[in-house]
């Protein structure tokens, strides 16, 4: 006897086909009315065996290849946060405060000062940070108010449109004596060698987009620890009290008049 679906041959017993699966019951058994019959049935036990082991072989694949995707490094998307970025980002510059210092300003004194060149000024080679700091905020204060005798300076510091004045200038700040003749040095080579050798400087009277502005100013030092700090500059829209305007007021109105 041969299985009617593979044609494999067959034993004379009820079973199933060793190839395709099929029951099958020998010709003149039980409800087959008189005829060999092969019908289809759930596998027997030994196929189904077989079927699960292949099953369980094929899900432990699975399981390792996602166990080693998640462990090999660089395998996890960046988050858009930790993207690099092309884009050119500018610093501007520090200003290390913007307001005027409760501490006083330390003692110093006019070394010299010389029309359209600038004022030296020296102060005690002990004089800490936040001191220099009060100094500028005071020549700043002193240079608005156009009170420049109060701080030493009893002549002309510039020359506009023929005339001599205060309209602009630059105090240089020394520590000690030795380097404060560097301002007034023609060939560059000072008392301590060539470049600036200040511990700060307040300058006004500066050209703000092409424009000359006796109020846009600047103050700079050099710290203890060698960094140069803006201390202030006119873009802090800081303002001379009322009552101490008038002198400045009076003499840019002149030069208006006599330009």
């Not at 399981?63 to 998307?77: C, D, F, R």
């Not at 010389?114 to 020549?139: A, I």
């Not at 846009?216 to 050099?222: C, F, H, K, V, Y």
């Amino acid at each position: 006897m041969n299985c009617s679906r593979c044609g494999f041959p067959l034993g004379g017993q009820q079973g199933f086909c060793p190839r395709c699966g099929a029951t099958y019951r020998p010709e003149g058994g039980p409800n087959v009315g008189g005829s060999q019959r092969l019908q289809d049935a759930k596998p027997g036990p030994a196929q189904a065996n077989s079927r699960a082991k292949v099953f369980l072989i094929i899900a432990a694949g699975v399981l390792v290849l996602a166990i080693l995707v998640v462990s090999i490094p660089g395998t996890k998307q960046k988050t858009p946060s930790s993207q690099s970025s092309n884009v050119a980002v500018t610093t501007p510059a520090t200003i290390t405060t913007a307001k005027q210092p409760t501490i006083p300003p330390p003692k110093f004194r006019v070394y010299r000062s010389k029309l359209d060149e600038g004022t030296s000024v020296v102060v005690s080679p002990s004089t800490s940070d936040e001191q220099l700091k009060s100094l500028l905020w005071l020549f700043r204060e002193k240079v608005r108010a156009h009170r420049f005798k109060d701080v030493g300076i009893l002549l002309p510091t510039s020359k506009q449109w023929g005339q001599e004045g205060y309209l602009s200038g630059m105090i240089v700040i020394y520590k000690g004596n030795k380097c404060a003749s560097e301002l007034f040095s023609d060939s560059g080579l000072g008392p301590c060698g060539y470049g600036d050798h200040s511990a700060a400087e307040y300058q006004w009277g500066l050209l703000v987009d092409g424009v000359f502005n006796t109020d846009a100013d600047s103050g700079e030092m050099t710290a203890s620890d060698g960094t140069i700090a803006t201390v202030f500059d006119y873009h802090d829209h800081w303002q001379l009290p009322a009552e101490l305007g008038g002198s400045a007021d009076a003499e840019k109105q002149a030069h208006k008049q006599n330009p």
